[in-house]
């Protein structure tokens, strides 16, 4: 069974140009996360997503960053325009919160962003 | 609210010798909690979780962890280290109990060394 597949798993950029990350989840799960990595805020939560649906977006840092999630299977993480600071490592999560979750998250490998 | 403090940012120990990572937790709620692993440029792997079953839970590659809730503890151990143990662990509590579906609350990490 294949686990959370995130594309690109690295991505160089320059400050100002738009930047799309993917995300495909597990199948049959339906919660999906976008957490950011940096080694001065730890794992932070971005937004998390239930049937599709935004439920929490209070993490998302300001308005140019925004996320879909367009069908159950993927979504995406898009930073416009970017800037140096969002430079770190993207992970997309998914799990299943049915009558029988227990919290476990799925991590995909992530994405690692550099802005220069 | 809910809370994660890993007591140590960084441990180092000896091939062979017991490993011990320190988690403490603030809750309102019976929580569930977790250990995960991170090795180097690799998403993040479960461990092991605590789902307020056993107190004392076995994990993966030989990890265990006691939930002490006099203590509000959550502590990792593992008997005898091993090389492949070097990464980050992270402590993570699960707040999905209140109504958040499957929201995870991550501390700093600790950084585990095995030394040869």
């Known amino acids: 069974d294949a686990g959370v597949i995130q594309s690109p798993r690295h991505e160089v950029t320059e400050m100002g140009q738009e930047v799309t990350l993917r995300c495909k989840p597990i199948?049959?799960?339906?919660?999906l996360f976008w957490y950011r990595q940096t080694m001065m805020r730890g794992l932070e939560l971005l937004i998390y997503?239930?049937?599709?649906?935004?439920?929490?977006d209070s993490g998302m840092p300001e308005d140019r960053f925004s996320a879909k999630m367009p069908n159950a299977s993927f979504s995406t993480l898009k930073i416009q325009p970017s800037e140096p600071r969002d430079s770190a490592v993207y992970f997309c999560?998914?799990?299943?919160?049915?009558?029988?979750?227990?919290?476990?998250?799925?991590f995909g490998e992530g994405s690692r962003l550099t802005v220069l | 609210a809910q809370s994660v403090t890993q007591l140590d940012s960084h441990v180092s120990v000896s091939e062979g010798t017991p490993v011990l990572l320190r988690c403490n937790y603030s809750?309102?709620?019976?929580?569930?909690l977790f250990w995960y692993v991170q090795h180097p440029n690799k998403g993040l792997q479960l461990l092991l979780k605590?789902?307020?079953?056993?107190?004392l839970v076995k994990g993966i590659n030989g990890f265990e962890a006691e939930f002490k809730k006099s203590e509000t503890s959550f502590h990792l151990t593992k008997p005898s280290a091993h090389m492949s143990d070097a990464a980050e662990y992270f402590c993570?509590?699960?707040?999905?109990?209140?109504?958040?579906?499957?929201?995870?609350?991550f501390g700093q990490g600790t950084t585990l060394q095995v030394k040869p």
């Open positions: 999560a998914s799990s299943w919160t049915g009558t029988s979750h227990t919290g476990e998250l799925f």
């Open positions: 199948s049959g799960h339906n919660s």
């Open positions: 997503f239930n049937n599709n649906v935004p439920i929490d």
């Open positions: 809750s309102s709620y019976s929580p569930s």
């Open positions: 605590y789902t307020s079953a056993a107190t």
């Open positions: 993570v509590v699960s707040d999905f109990h209140s109504g958040n579906t499957g929201k995870l609350i």
